[in-house]
C-alpha cells in the first residue's frame, strides 16, 4: 500500500487519532500469567500472551507460549503446538483462539443501524500445515455470526492476512462491560463446526456453518500456528500496525488480569500487601489496582495456604492457614480488601505485611476476565 493510500485508508475510516485497535495486546507483547504452559487438553485463559482465550475440546494435547520466532518488527508471537495428535475429529471437538470485546468499545461499529460499519481483521500469521483456516466474528448480543477464510499457502514461513466483514444492520450490541463480540481463530473443528455452508455474511449463528473447510492442525505432533500483529479496525481497507508502548499495551490488559510482581524482598519472602491485624489470628488490608478493572475481579493463588505468611511488625513471619482471599466490605473494580488468617499469635489492631512463605513460586492475581 503506498503511503497516499495508507493516509487516505486512515481518514476514511475515521481512525487518524490513537486506539484505532479494537484488539487488545495484538503485538502479544505482555504475558502476565507466564509464557509457556504444556499438557493442555481444555479451555481457558493459559500461560501466554494476555486476553487471548485458548479453547480446546477434546481434540488432542497442546502447548502455547509467548514465542519469540516473530516477523520483522514484531518481537513476539502467540505460538500453539500440537504434542497429542487427534487424527479423527469427533463431532463436537473443536480448537480456537479467541478474543473477547466489550460492547462498550464496539458502539463506533453502528451495529444493527443502516450506517453499520464494515471491520478490517488483519494479521500476521506461520504454520507448518497449509491449508484453509477460519476466522468467526460471533455476536453473543444477538445470536449472530460471520466467518471468512484464510489460506496458509507455504509451511512455516510469515504471511500477512487482511479480511474484511461487512457491517450488520440486524442487531446493536450493548453498550456495557459484558462480552458483545467475540474474535475467533479456529484452528481444528469437528462436523458439528463444519457440515453446513460457511456464513460468509452476517446471519443467525448456526454451528454447522461456522468453520466449514477448517484444517486440522490436530493432525500430527509437532504441528504449529503461530499469530501476531493483529488489528481489528473500523473500515474497508488494513491499515497498518498500531505500535503501542509496552506500559500501554500492559495497562489495557491489567484491566481484565492483575498479577502482583513484588520487586522487593528478602529472598523468598516477596512482599504483596501492607495489612492491619482484625484478631489475634486474622488481618485486611485494601489493596489499589493500578488500573480500574472490568468489574469487582476474583482473587487468583496457588491455591496453598502454607505458600503465603503473614510478617509480624514486631519480627517474625507465620505461615498462613489459608490462602489469601477478597473479603468485607469495599472491594470493587478500583480496589479489593485482601483477607489472609493465621493459626494465632496476631495482635489485633498492629500492622502487619502479606507475603510469601519462603518461595518465589507463589503469587497474588486478580481476574475480571470475560
Known sequence: MSKAAQLAALIGSGQAQGDKNLII?????????????????????KKAPDRYNFNVET???????????????????YKVECTTADASLAASDVVRLRQRIEGQNLQQLKKGTSNAESVTLSFYVRSSKTGTYIVQLKDQDNSRHIAKSYNITSANTWQYVSITYDGDTTGSLDNDNAESLGLQFFLAAGSNFTSGTLDTSWATTTTANSAV??????DAVGNEWYITGVQFE?????????QESFAETLRKCQRYYHKINSATG??????????????????AGSYHMPVTMRSTPS?????????YAIANVTGGNTACSSTPA?????????????????????????????????????????????
Request: charged content about 10%; hydrophobic content about 30%; proline content about 2%.
Open 266 to 283: 528478602n529472598g523468598n519472602y516477596l512482599r504483596y500487601n501492607l495489612q492491619r491485624n482484625t484478631s489475634s489470628t486474622g488481618t
Open 299 to 307: 482473587v487468583e493463588t496457588t491455591g496453598t495456604a502454607s505458600n
Open 234 to 242: 473500523v473500515g474497508e481497507v488494513a491499515t497498518p500496525f498500531e
Open 59 to 77: 481434540a488432542g494435547t497442546w502447548t502455547v507460549s509467548q514465542s519469540t520466532t516473530a516477523p520483522e518488527g514484531f518481537s513476539n508471537s
Open 213 to 218: 473447510g477448517q484444517v486440522n492442525l490436530a
Open 25 to 45: 495486546n495484538g503485538g502479544m507483547a505482555v504475558a502476565q500469567r507466564g509464557t509457556s504452559q504444556t499438557g493442555i487438553t481444555g479451555g481457558g485463559y
Open 326 to 370: 477478597i473479603g468485607g466490605d469495599g472491594s470493587g473494580p478500583d480496589l479489593v480488601n485482601l483477607e489472609a488468617s493465621v493459626a494465632s499469635g496476631l495482635t489485633s489492631g498492629q500492622a502487619s505485611q502479606l507475603m510469601s512463605n519462603n518461595n518465589k513460586t507463589s503469587y497474588i492475581a486478580f481476574s475480571a476476565e470475560l
